[in-house]
Every structure is written in structure tokens, then in C-alpha cells.
């Protein structure tokens, strides 16, 4: 079936410094592909999302990369903070059924 | 003025119970879904709702019933628990089955 990887599953970086997730799936009809931030005791919240007609999408210091070729795509988070910490979630929207494939999650960590 | 709630938001019951888990959502959105995220943060579909029919209904065992009485509402009855239900419930809505998706804050039940 639908599957989407996610690495890595825990992220620690420096307050300042960027920090990279990556996804990778496997429907190669998915697209559109969303970005959740879930903080503590909280639903996801979506962050940016990108649709497949576009490589690239940047809202302040968010960005998100899509490869549709290779089929991954990446979130990049610069300037980190310590309110940037979280479990974030990739996500593909399947074709056919159009349901929303998950990935593991990544707990980032933001150290002040 | 929250667009997506859900109650209860903590849920503690005996095994065999029959209990209900509410959704209500005040986007105007077409779809609903119910989500199940376990222990390890895993996030998986259950169901979907459009317009009130059911059009997504995963391997989801027949003792978790879905109920949409208008399309602003979607309800999950479970019957006899099981401590493998122990689990956060998202319930989510998007505007179409191929649009984004927003959580609500999550209903946390235990089985004892």
C-alpha cells in the first residue's frame, strides 16, 4: 500500500541553526503534499504545504522543497527557536482515494 | 471561537464499555475525518465523511461506528473497549476530500 517515510525520527539542534526533515513516498500520483506541527498536548497544525505543479515554497523561515522525480520532499526550518519545538509531520495526499498518508514524525528539539 | 473541537478531551473507562466521542466543526467544510494517533505518535485514518456519506472507512474494527448527523458534526461510538483502544482521536475537516485538513485538539482515551 501508500506508504511515506520520514527521517529522522528525533532532531536536536542549536538555537540559530537551520534544521532539515525529510519525507519520501511512494504513490507517484500524490500531489500535494502538507506539513503538521504538533506541540503537546495538541492537534496538528498545518505549517506549509506544497502541491506538485511547484519545487519550491518558502513562508518566512519555512521552506519546503519537493523532488517529484525522486518523490521526497523536505521542510526546512532556519533561525530555529525554542518555541520551533515539536513533532512535525509529513503527509501525501493519495490519488484514487484521496486519503492522507502520514509519516513517523520527527520530534525536534530546539536547544537555547 | 475554536473551528474545530472535539469533546471529551480525556476519556477514562473500563474495558467493555460502550462510550461516544463528539466532533464539531464551524468551517463550513464538506469533509470530516477521525484519526487515530497511538503511543508511539503514529497518525493513521479510521474514516472520512463527505457531505454525510461515509467514503473512506479503513481497516477499522466493526465495534468503531462513525456517525455524521449533518455535515458539521461527526461522532465516533466504540463499543466493548479494549485496552488496545487506549489511543489519541483527532478529529479533522477539510473544505473537499483533496483540500487541507485542520485537526481538533484531540480526545486522549484510556482503557483500564
Known amino acids: 500500500g501508500e506508504n511515506v517515510e520520514q527521517h529522522p525520527s528525533t532532531l536536536s539542534v542549536q538555537e540559530g541553526d537551520s534544521a532539515v526533515i525529510k519525507c519520501t513516498y511512494s504513490d507517484s500520483a500524490s500531489n500535494y503534499f502538507p506539513w503538521y506541527k504538533q506541540e503537546l498536548g495538541k492537534g496538528p497544525q498545518l505549517i506549509i504545504d506544497?502541491?506538485?505543479?511547484?519545487g519550491e515554497k518558502k513562508d518566512q523561515r519555512i521552506a519546503v522543497t519537493l523532488n517529484k522525480t525522486a518523490k521526497h520532499f523536505s521542510l526546512h526550518i532556519t533561525e530555529t527557536q525554542p518555541e520551533d519545538s515539536a513533532v512535525y509531520f509529513c503527509a501525501a495526499l493519495t490519488s484514487g482515494t484521496y486519503k492522507y498518508i502520514f509519516g513517523t514524525g520527527t520530534r525536534l528539539k530546539v536547544l537555547a | 471561537d475554536t473551528a474545530v473541537s472535539q469533546t471529551p478531551k480525556y476519556l477514562v473507562t473500563q474495558m467493555g464499555n460502550d462510550k461516544s466521542i463528539k466532533c464539531e466543526q464551524n468551517l463550513g467544510h464538506d469533509t470530516m475525518y477521525w484519526y487515530k494517533q497511538d503511543s508511539k505518535k503514529f497518525l493513521k485514518i479510521m474514516f472520512s465523511y463527505n457531505n454525510k456519506e461515509l467514503i473512506i472507512n479503513e481497516t477499522v474494527p466493526n465495534r468503531f461506528s462513525p456517525k455524521s448527523p449533518d455535515k458539521a458534526h461527526l461522532n465516533l461510538h466504540i463499543n466493548s473497549l479494549e485496552l488496545g483502544d487506549s489511543a489519541v482521536y483527532f478529529c479533522?475537516?477539510?473544505?473537499?476530500?483533496?483540500?487541507?485538513?485542520?485537526f481538533g485538539p484531540g480526545t486522549r482515551l484510556t482503557v483500564l
Open positions: 479533522a475537516s477539510a473544505p473537499g476530500s483533496t483540500d487541507t485538513q485542520y
Open positions: 506544497i502541491r506538485s505543479n511547484v
